[in-house]
Each structure stands twice: as structure tokens, then as C-alpha cells.
Nanobody, 126 residues
Framework: QVQLVESGGGLVQAGGSLRLSCAASGRTFSINVMGWFRQAPGKEREFVTAVTWSGSTTDYAASVKGRFTISRDNSKNTVDLQMISLKPEDTAVYYC???????????????????WGQGTQVTVSP
């Protein structure tokens, strides 16, 4: 099993920045992909971004491309989400996720991820 513990989140004003972190423990050697998803009230969970553990590939949802940056530190078993130019529509619970399987270049499917953090609330005020 892999355990994911998130930190960060909070209330920021539109145009502001926030950095989320996710620490992985357990069978971290099995992780191939780390990703971030988010879910707003009344909406489905949606893909935000992902990075292969090797760091060779990243992927971003169109809504966050150019504003969000995912990074990982394999030595620390952490993955961060740097968010800038935040918008009210970014308000959601953000989840860290890990996939052990080879995803073949498609990283946006939530059901491909076996391990999930508890989520952290990000609220962006107008």
C-alpha cells in the first residue's frame, strides 16, 4: 500500500498563489505516476495535473495550463502543486493520487489511480 498525506490549502484571493504538497509513504517504489485531482461541490472529480515519477512527462488540464505547475522530489517522496493566478473557479477540494500501473501516456483517468490522499480545501475568493 501507498499512503498519501497532503498539506497546504486554504483561503486566497483571486490572482493569488498557493502551494500544495503531498508526501508519499509505504510502497513508494511501486509508484509510476503522481497526480492531482479536484472536486467542487456538486461536480465530478476532475483531473488537474500529473507527473511520471521519472519526471520525464507532465500533463495538465487545459483549465490550469500555464498557471499550475506540478513537481516531484523522489528523494523526499513528495509531489507539489504550485498554483498561481488563482481564479474563483479553482475552488475545490484537491486530492493527491498515485498510480502503480503503467498508464501509457493517459494520465487523466481517476480510476487509474489506486491510492488517494484525504483531500485539502482550496477556496479562492473573488
Amino acid at each position: 500500500q501507498v499512503q498519501l498525506v497532503e498539506s497546504g490549502g486554504g483561503l486566497v484571493q483571486a490572482g493569488g498563489s498557493l502551494r500544495l504538497s503531498c508526501a508519499a509513504s509505504g510502497r513508494t517504489f511501486s509508484i509510476n505516476v503522481m497526480g492531482w485531482f479536484r472536486q467542487a461541490p456538486g461536480k465530478e472529480r476532475e483531473f488537474v495535473t500529473a507527473v511520471t515519477w521519472s519526471g520525464s512527462t507532465t500533463d495538465y488540464a487545459a483549465s490550469v495550463k500555464g498557471r499550475f505547475t506540478i513537481s516531484r522530489d523522489n528523494s523526499k517522496n513528495t509531489v507539489d502543486l504550485q498554483m498561481i493566478s488563482l481564479k474563483p473557479e479553482d475552488t475545490a477540494v484537491y486530492y493527491c493520487a498515485a498510480a502503480a500501473a503503467y498508464l501509457g501516456g493517459t494520465y487523466s483517468r481517476d480510476y487509474d489511480y489506486a491510492y488517494w490522499g484525504q483531500g485539502t480545501q482550496v477556496t479562492v475568493s473573488p
